[in-house]
């Protein structure tokens, strides 16, 4: 009987031990990623590509980002012809993003990057101000549904109310 007690107070404490152990060697790297997980990094925007494209700095590499669920009218490019407010979109996107730091949240419906890899993001400022929200409120985007995605109603909702103020592309291009 007292060599069982004695045999189970042994494993008990090797137990206890492997156990603390465990807690301590992998406990900052659990930190850690919960860390990356719910704090969203602010990425420094370096340029503008036209009303719905940015570049920012990600990685140490600089990532092409195509804010979800918006589109834009097109600016002139070898792939395509000027679209009617695209200028206007482009340059009022600069006036959001350029030179400044973004938040980039992605969506747990849709997918990560698009058909030419750039990363699908929602994009907001440090102040809390949803960027394709803002555009499509203002009259610069459309609500672009190509799959389904969270702001879907929202955005849909944003681009109503512009139509029937006729702001911004509903007003000078229609």
Known sequence: MRKNSL????IFIITLCLFAFTVVYFQPEIIEKEKIIKTPMLYDVVSVIDG???????????????????????IASPYSEEECFGQEAKEYLKRLLENKE??????????DQDKYGR???????PDGLFVGAELI????AYNYIY??????????????EARSGESGLWGECE
């Open 52 to 74: 719905d494209t940015i570049q920012v700095e990600f990685n140490n590499n600089i990532e092409n980002v195509r804010l979800l669920g918006i589109d834009t009218p097109e």
């Open 7 to 10: 045999y189970l107070s042994i």
């Open 147 to 160: 799959e389904p995605f969270e702001f879907m109603k929202y955005f849909d909702f944003l681009e109503k």
């Open 102 to 111: 973004v938040y980039l949240i992605p969506d747990r419906q849709s997918s």
């Open 137 to 140: 409120k203002n009259g610069y």
């Open 119 to 125: 990363l699908l993001r929602y994009v907001f400022l």
